[in-house]
Structure formats: C-alpha cells, structure tokens
C-alpha cells in the first residue's frame, strides 16, 4: 500500500505564488507516475512526473506551473506561479503503480486565489 499526503495549499493573492508538496510512503518502490489533479466540475489533470524526470503539464496551466521531484525523498512538488482566480480549487496529488493498474489519491489541499 502507498500512503500520499499533501501540504502547502492557502490563501494567495492573484499574481502570487505558491508550492504544493506531496510525499508518498508506503510501498514507493512500486510507484512510477506521481501527479496532481484539480477537483473543477470533472477532476482534471494538472502535472504529471515520472521516475526518469518526464513531466507532462496541462495547457491551462503551462508555463505558469511547474512539476518536479526528488526520487529520494518521494516527494513530488508543484510550483505555482502567476496564480489566477480560476486556479482556485483543491489540488489532489496522486501515485500511480509501475503498472498503472493502482493510483493512491492524497486527502487535497485547498488552493485560493483572491482578487
């Protein structure tokens, strides 16, 4: 089993900042892909990340996010920049097995930007 828990949503200003973090515990080894989805009307995907480094980054958000993660330490990080009001949503981080057969979805933190 793998564990994910997310840290770092808040309250942020339009144009501001922030980073997401996410850590995996729990079986890690089995864990390939780890990324975020935003809640909106459909969970939509935002950044994903694989072992080697390979990311893969939503249109909406490209350029102004940025997906990394240090394999060490399991954790995967998003930095948000830019921020706009329709970035305003929970941010779920998740882990998908090597085999892509079993994702492990952290609780979400809450992301909101203010005018």
């Known amino acids: 089993q793998v564990q994910v828990v997310e840290s770092g949503g808040g309250l942020v200003q339009v144009g501001g900042s922030l980073r997401l973090s996410c850590v995996a515990s729990?079986?890690?080894?089995?864990?390939?892909?780890m990324g975020w989805h935003r809640q909106g009307p459909g969970r939509e995907p935002v950044a994903a990340i694989n072992?080697?480094?390979?990311?893969n980054v939503a249109d909406s958000v490209k350029g102004r996010f940025t997906i990394s993660r240090d394999n060490a330490k399991n954790t995967v990080y998003l930095t948000m920049n830019d921020l706009k009001p329709e970035d305003t949503d929970v941010y779920y981080c998740?882990?998908?097995?090597?085999?892509?057969?079993?994702?492990?979805w952290g609780q979400g933190t809450q992301v909101t930007v203010s005018l």
């Open positions: 729990g079986s890690t080894d089995s864990i390939n892909v």
């Open positions: 998740y882990a998908k097995s090597l085999d892509a057969q079993s994702w492990y």
């Open positions: 072992r080697g480094g390979n990311t």
